[in-house]
């Protein structure tokens, strides 16, 4: 883990909130919202991390989230 950007309260990284907000938003429209916003917080970190040790960890959980988001958006709104 970086230490740039340590996980936040709850032992969670910033970006955590809203990709946790987004996977259990019920509501279709705003479900598209809150994507959007986790996507860009997903893609915002991966580009500031490095291949270091220290910030393999969160780079998997980014990599989890990620792959959790195309999944949502398959079954929930049917992108392709």
């Known amino acids: 883990m970086s230490a740039s950007h340590p996980p936040g ?3 969670q990284y ?3 909130k809203a990709y946790k907000a987004a996977a259990l938003e019920v ?3 705003r479900l ?3 994507i959007c916003t986790a996507e860009a917080m997903l893609m915002t970190r991966f580009s500031e991390l490095t291949n ?4 393999e ?3 998997n959980a ?6 959790a988001i195309r999944t ?3 079954k929930r709104l049917g992108f392709e």
């Open 9 to 11: 309260k709850g032992n």
């Open 72 to 74: 949502i958006k398959k």
């Open 14 to 16: 910033p970006w955590q």
């Open 52 to 55: 270091r040790e220290e910030d």
């Open 32 to 34: 598209v919202d809150k």
């Open 57 to 59: 960890t969160e780079i």
């Open 62 to 67: 980014l990599e989890k989230a990620m792959k």
């Open 27 to 29: 509501n279709k429209t």
